[in-house]
């Protein structure tokens, strides 16, 4: 397994290297006025100037092997536009904190509220919850997220006299924003959850165990449950890793200071060191989290082993 | 075993009415053997495609929602040649030459107008058309190149490789670096936009198909193929594809909205279409913005719901017909 | 021999609802279950040999209902047992079950120490290290050597017949009256099938059981059974002791079924084989089933149901061939001499 | 001001912002909401009052010599550098303008104003390009500790404006050199000398500036603590957030203005906010590189005729236009000239009055009776001249400027609907949101194009340079419509009519009266021959706010606006009557303090 | 049997390796045996045995590792040239297990059954085609009017006789039927058993028949091949195997015969194999022919005992 999982690792550094080559040429081909502010008053020497000093005319090889030269070094660089000459990571590394912990926070109230209605929804096929978690699992994919969240946003801080904005200091402005980027994990988790666990509901030891009399809810707890729950852990990293990345929309309702729309923010400004660092942490995290997701898969299941490569899902 | 074939029923039928009425004697003695009615005896003719029909028109609801879409569809291409429409993007005037800036809906606006007058009316229709429009473009696109890699990539053992190599590299690229490069080069339009979303978007349908081609791969009848030197584009062809009709379609279905939405986070991080071509993401980015007052919020829900009505219809089709075209579901 | 009857079949029909359409999986079956015996039914796929049985325990899919008869066990009626909470006090308790498939009959991320113990905790009130101690001599009973180390481990560490022998340990942990097992050794080798019906026998002699056996393989019929069930299209067609059904059959689809065995088939000719298929269970079925794949079926049998004719106190048979009014028609003679051709040949 | 609050210094401001600084290295950044920052924090040499009058800010007085060439400062004793703590440094002496000038210099540190800075001051250039290495022979020199002289290319009668931008701000020299590159990266890694500090900067969640104690104004400093808090949906939310009493200022936008006005609670906490000196203009292009489908060719024959250019000229109705933003009083910000009203004015009168733009100034240049008239006339002379009609107008707009799409739509529907279809055919095109004038304006890749400037210095010669001919090599000239390649318009020289009036303009620099009246003519020369159609001025909209919006430092240009000092807050917002009525009563003290100071 | 019998197919010291290097699976291991023209051939073993990849390996379906097939002296495993290759594809047909999986379900029989002439390209016209499938159908007892069909619509035996009928539309003579009866039920099973005798008897055809179940293997075989673990301990004519079973795994097999006839079944012994009984630590197993025809997997000392055995 130790041995699987190195081999793995290198594939991936491959894939990375390959990844980050693609994304620092494209980023060569984007107009130069977007590396200003003031584009429309600078005169040409400074244009040039400025250009030469963060060495976007020397040809692309050379900028690459400059590139790798400093990654080798252990540095990620200095961010040049979103906050020039601050260190990468240490931008980063101050928004992180907070997406991370929401992130999970998210995911733990996805998870808490996710599968016990996709239980539910499971259990009484078409009774009541499962015509609800319908009704929600609709709502969620039909109306745009940036619409619900808004309406969850102004209404529910009015009804409960909660903050609009979010503060660090005060727990209870925490509690929108993670709620609201839960909602669509709750609506993904309870379609997957009930979908696995009516497949595995008409699996043969299902059979045996209603035969052995078993009852029908430790069936559901402690047999199809879990079995259901198997294929969906195998996402979950990953699925941290988007919630993170793709909380745009809440981080900038409630002035979350996250990294949620930070690829996107940096992209638009040709931030080229903080794309590439961004964009080389996420392909990272993802790859681990694929990693990660193939472990806890084996960790959770008996039958999965790294020795047999695996096989198709 | 679907219906019984209808002749051999009523056949069937009038040789036991004759039967019934035989005397006791008559009816003890051998009735003769028909080793060909015995071959044939339990079954019946049968259409695929006519009972994937069949099961699908059963469910009512996706019935009625296709319909609907049917209507929707058609409406969003007629509705600017229907006399009295207005077109989307003219901007309507008072008698003294200003603009009738966000009038509530009414009977002469029945959308009312947003806040340069235009008629929201129609320019929710042609924002679902052109909506639809990068939805279909988008999801079939997607569709063809997605099939043909993903069966490529599942079904030729030595491109698995390369292709997951492909794939992760080509995941890995945020999209936003793609489409903002995009547009820049070819300007925010329809075809930009599309452009764009193909891009990356028939990576996920390309992994899904080669997930189940990895299933049916080297199934018996897969097997069979090759031991009667079935070349491999007639195996693809013939042996896998028809497999996947059923996921395919689901996806497709599932493909026109999430295109769409899409679309409306494009436009949210501002690489959206621009206003001058109502589409359905730039409306209700449009419209957000009016959340806050009460009285204009119509100018996002009536786009909303469009939308909602859109993703729903095709969420729901998709499903209908996954399972109607799956012949488990044909008995 | 008046034997005590343990459960006892009446009248019993079972209709599946699928999609709207009515199929007609048990038409009207009666069937006494003696204590002690083992029954063993016999019949082609899709004869409801699985449904019946199913009807016992209430596990028929939830499209199915019992839309007539009573099935009395116990002073009971099962047939009206509603809730799964009357329905435990029946499951494993009293009648437990062997299914088919040991591949898939055990969930896949337990344990097999827990599958078992799941079962001992439920039936026998032991908990802890105790039902842990029960669990494995129940296995060291199956035959699975070191089963202290063994209940540790997972199914997929197990081979096919090794947890076919789980699977019946579960099933037999429940310490139930009746064991039924569902074609309990179609999907392994025959040696492995051979051991395991040793198993069963002996188990059936430890543990005191009544047992009903399903299958297609007359072999194993002729192995365990006291008496034979045949079906045919949700009916029993023909019942009665061993002997009588292989020695003196009297129902034109048990003489196919018989006919058609390899064993009586001579090297370079034709084997008998059964025309045809079996009929839909969609479609209403008048007269006799198999009338249509019947070489020697009589007008009567398109037109009227047959009754049962007794051939013995023990033999019974659902055939106008047994009306006295009836050609008199003789059982293929290959099968006269099923005896001799079957064992003169090892 | 109406209901003002007595002054204290305990009153916190409160507001959202959507846009992070992305530094505050005040030498280095040229966009406006990163000057904020440098604007509150440190002082410079001068500093106006609320009238837009010059006041002795570091330097208590000042002198030139007689060739105007030569300025010398003479410093305020005792002003202290602070760090964000609050915690004295060190002192602010002559030097710290000459350090800060030398960093600013250094092409390394890519300062984004360093342009301004040595357009007027001797040998700066030539150090930034490195032609030049010893720092000494730049025109900026510390005497003493509180003695700066500074030594100017050539005269220069604005440059005394200049000075309130922040390239011409001091720094701490040492501190300079202890930071480098990072100076100005957050709030600690500054030192004010001014009204306020950054006490907290947390980035994408809020800003704190605090009053500074060490302050050698302070009396003068009214508000306590402005807080802005971080939300990039501030559009939307702002205006929620107002209602329940979260915070202080709010846009409101035209699309919600309507309601605001209905709804008695708010109908009277609504006013204007204030124009600033920024103009807008349609822009006829004299070079047009687009696209064939655009028909290029066809377009160099239309532009090139001046009925066509003024058939579109007077046939824009620019309140109608205008509208789509301001739906209100689209009137107020109708600007006449390039140039907008309250950059420099001649002894109290302004210059949108002098000379040859006073004609110009008084109408409205939407006559829809002349433009038909034009119309008429150019079609004629197109046909005969080989152009194809309708002439594709090509018309880029910026998809992420808010109803800039909107208002293209309107501008096509108007103007289309006034000429015919069959005369022009305007067709807007989304330009890309990336490097937008790169692709559209400056690549000369539109026909006719709204476009804006903004001044750099307090002189009417800052809105020349969108205009300014190229020189021989092709470059140093403006990029916006290439008006030295219009057919015709030529004197007698052989070169450009618009040229001369320019060349005779700026080589006037110690007349004023004849500089401004030189500039005017050349300026009414682009209008009257309608080489440009202006547009109106630059304004945030309507907004509720606490802030009284006329009493903060006025100054056409730079960051003397973004400044606190000397503002107070309203005890409720003004409503549009009281704004008017405070407009019209600062006007008439402008007017006046301007007379009095020329004196 | 006929005495001059020509050998169809020879598998010579076949060795199937499945994994990669580092974990190897050895499914098949030194088979060496010969198919004579026009007989069965009968493979028995038990699940995993590696039954199925010879038969694979046979059809070049499972890649072979070691050893030589030869089809009529021809070798034909490892790379062959085209023109072989489709000569072979016609020459050589399996019969699936499965029926239900076997067949494309998604297709209408007609296409099912003529895949293979498409691919040879032996058929020029539609008419011709449509001719030959009618005939194939025929030729399996099912009606031409099924052409139009889809294979679910059909019992396992008739899927089973599509099948064949794909096969045999190639005009193989030599088919692989690896366990066709298998998945079928009882009674449907005599009818796919008289079909393939039927066939071989018309067109004289060799099988390679793969099954577990020796009472069938024993109606239809000539001469049967026991395998154990990827290793053939015994082949000998049928009746001969039946009556002078040699290797005890041969004897287990057999003992555990179900026979339908309760009489013989109560009193029947079960012998259990067990592969610690054999000591081979000293003496290594060799295949050797015993008697003409015979062969059995042992060391010295066991034949010394077998011979003894077929004296008594
Ligand atoms: N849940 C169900 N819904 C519809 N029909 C069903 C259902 N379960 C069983 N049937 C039908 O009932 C009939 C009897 O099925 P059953 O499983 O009892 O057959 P069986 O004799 O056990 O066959 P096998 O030997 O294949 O197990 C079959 O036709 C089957 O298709
Ligand atoms: N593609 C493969 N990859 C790895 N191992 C394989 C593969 N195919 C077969 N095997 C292994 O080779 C061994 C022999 O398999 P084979 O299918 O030939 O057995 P069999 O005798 O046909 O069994 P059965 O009666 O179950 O069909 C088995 O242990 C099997 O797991
Ligand atoms: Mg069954
Ligand atoms: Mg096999």
Known sequence: MLKYTAKRLVQSLITLFIIITIVFSLMRLMPVEGYFQNFDKLDKNQIHTALQSMGLLDPLPIQLKNFYLQILHG??????????????????????????????????????????????????????????????????????????????????????????????????????????????????????????????????????????????????????????????????????????????????????????????????????????????????????????????????????????????? | MALRHQKTAAVEDSINQSLKNLSDDELFTFSGFDEAAAERSGYSDYSYWRSTFQVFLKNKVALSLLILMGVILLFTFIQP???????????????????????????????????????????????????????????????????????????????????????????????????????????????????????????????????????????????????????????????LLPYLVSVIMLRMALAIPAAIGNEVFLTYIGLGLPVSIPSLGNLINEGRVLMTSAALRYQLFFPAIALSVVTISFYIIGNAFADASDPKNHV | MEQEIILSVKDLEVKFNLRGRILHAIRGISLDLYKRESLAIVGESGSGKSVLVKTFMGLLDANGTITNGEIRYDGKDLSKLKTEKEWLAVRGKEIAMVLQDPMTSLNPLKTIGYQICEAIELHQGLKGAEAKAAAVSILEDVGIPDAEHRIHQYPHEFSGGMRQRVVIAIAVACRPKILICDEPTTALDVTIQAQILKLLKDLKEKYDLTTIYITHDLGVVANVADRIAVMYAGDIVEIGKCEEVFYNPRHP???????????????????????????????HIEGDAFAPRNPRALKIDFVKRPPYFDVSPTHKARTWLLDPRAPKVDPPEIIQNLRREVSGNV | GCGQKAAGSSENYRKLYSEEFTTMNYLISGSQTEQAVAANGVDGLIEYDKYGVVQPGLAEKWETSDDQLTWTFHLRKGVKWVDSTGKEVADVKAQDFVD???????????????????????????????????????????????????????????FLSMLVYVCFLPANGDFLKEKGANFGVDNASLLYNGAYLLTTYEPQVSHVYTKNDKYWDKDKVYIGTITETYNKEKNTLAPEMYKRGEIDQAYISSDILDQWMKDDATKNLVSPSRSQCYSYFYAFNFNPKFDAQYEPDNWTKAVNNENFRKSIFYGLDRIKALSVAEPYNPDKQLLNTVTPPALVDLNGTDYTNIGDLKAITARDSFQADEAKKYAEKAKTELKAAGATLPVKILMPYNPTTANWDKECQVVEQQLEGLLGKDYIDIVPEAGPSTGFLSATRRAGKYALMKVNFGPDYADPQTFTDPFQPNDANGEGGGNYNWPEKVQGYTDADGSKTYSNLLKAAMGESLDLSKRYNAFAKAEAFLINNAFVIPYGLNTDGYQVTKRNEFDYQYAPFGVSILRYKGQHLLEKPMSMDEYYAAEKKWNEERAAALAKAAK | MSEKKTPVLEVKDLKVTFGTKKQKFTAVNGVSFTIYEGETFGLVGESGSGKTTIGRSIIRINPTSGGEILYKGQKINGPIPKELDRELTRRIQMIFQDPMASLNERAKVDYIVSEGLYNCRRCQSEAQRREEVDRALTDVGLLPEFASRFPHEFSGGQRQRIGIARALI???????????????????????????????????????????DLSVVRFISDRIAVIHKGVLVELAETERLFAHPLHPYTRALLSAIPLPDPAAEKNKQLLVYDPEMHDYSVNQPIWSEIEPGHFVLANEPELAEYRKILEE
């Not at chain 1, 929600?136 to 006299?161: E, H, K, M, R």
């Open chain 1, 75 to 313: 540095s990620l660089g200095n961010s040049m536009i979103y906050r020039p000459n601050v260190p990468v990571m240490e931008i980063i590394g101050s928004k992180a904190p907070v997406s991370i912990f929401m992130g999970l926070a998210s995911m733990a109230i996805a998870l808490l509220l996710g599968l016990p209605l996709g239980t539910a929804m499971a259990r009484g096929k078409s009774g009541f919850w499962d015509k609800f978690g319908t009704a929600f699992i609709v709502f969620i994919t039909a109306v745009p997220a940036a619409v619900y969240y808004l309406l969850v946003q102004l209404y529910f801080t009015d009804w409960f006299g909660l903050p609009i904005l979010f503060s660090a200091a005060n727990p209870v402005s925490w509690v929108l924003p993670t709620v609201s980027l839960s909602l669509g994990n709750i609506a993904y988790y309870a379609m997957w959850l009930r979908r696995y666990m009516v497949d595995e509901l008409n699996k043969d030891y299902i059979r045996l165990a209603r035969a052995k009399g078993v009852d029908s809810k430790s069936i559901m707890k402690n047999h199809v449950f879990r079995n259901a729950f198997v294929p969906m852990v195998q996402y979950l990293p990953t699925s941290l890793l988007y919630t993170i990345a793709g909380s745009i929309y809440i981080e900038s309702l409630y002035s979350v200071p996250g990294m949620g729309g930070l690829l996107v923010n940096v992209i638009q400004r040709q931030d080229n060191n903080m794309v590439q660092a961004l964009v080389l942490i996420y392909s990272a995290v993802g790859i681990v989290g694929l990693l990660l997701g193939d472990v806890l898969m084996n960790l959770m299941d008996p039958r999965i082993s790294f020795v047999k490569k695996g096989g198709a899902r």
């Open chain 2, 81 to 239: 040649m229907i006399p009295g429409q207005r077109s989307a993007t003219e901007i309507f005037n008072d008698a003294s030459g200003m603009q009738l800036r966000n009038l509530q809906p009414g009977g002469e606006f029945w959308f009312g107008t947003n806040s340069i007058g235009q008629d929201l009316w129609s320019r929710v229709w042609s924002g679902t058309r052109t909506s639809l429009l990068i939805g279909f473009a988008v999801a079939l696109s997607e569709a063809v190149l997605g099939i043909l890699m993903g069966v490529l990539w599942g079904y030729v053992r030595k491109l698995d490789r390369l292709f997951t190599e492909i794939y992760n590299v080509l995941d890995n690229i945020p999209q936003t670096v793609v489409l903002i490069l995009f547009s820049y080069i070819m300007r925010p339009s329809i075809s930009t936009l599309v452009f764009a979303m193909c891009l990356t978007g028939w990576l996920d349908m390309a992994r899904f198909i080669r997930n189940q081609i990895l299933i049916i791969r080297d199934r018996d009848y897969n097997l069979a193929s090759r031991c009667l030197g079935t070349p491999t584009r007639r195996i693809m062809l013939k042996n």
């Open chain 4, 100 to 158: 800060a000038a030398q960093y600013l210099l250094t092409d390394t540190y890519k300062s984004e104003t360093a342009n301004i800075f040595y357009s007027v001051v001797k040998n700066a250039e030539d150090y930034y390009n490195k032609k030049i290495t010893d720092f000494s022979q730049v025109g900026v020199k510390a005497t003493d500790d509180s003695t700066l002289v500074y030594t100017l290319k050539k005269p220069t009668p604005y």
């Open chain 5, 170 to 212: 190639m005009q193989p003579d030599f088919i692989i039927a690896d366990e066709p009866i298998s998945a079928l039920d009882v009674s449907i099973r005599a009818q796919v058993l008289n079909l393939l005798s039927q066939l071989q008897k018309k067109r004289g055809l060799t099988y390679l028949f793969i099954a577990h």
């Open chain 3, 253 to 283: 689809y048990t003489w196919a079924l018989l006919s058609s065995l390899p064993q009586l088939g001579v090297k370079g000719e034709n084997l008998y084989s059964i025309k045809g298929a079996p009929p839909n269970l969609f479609t």
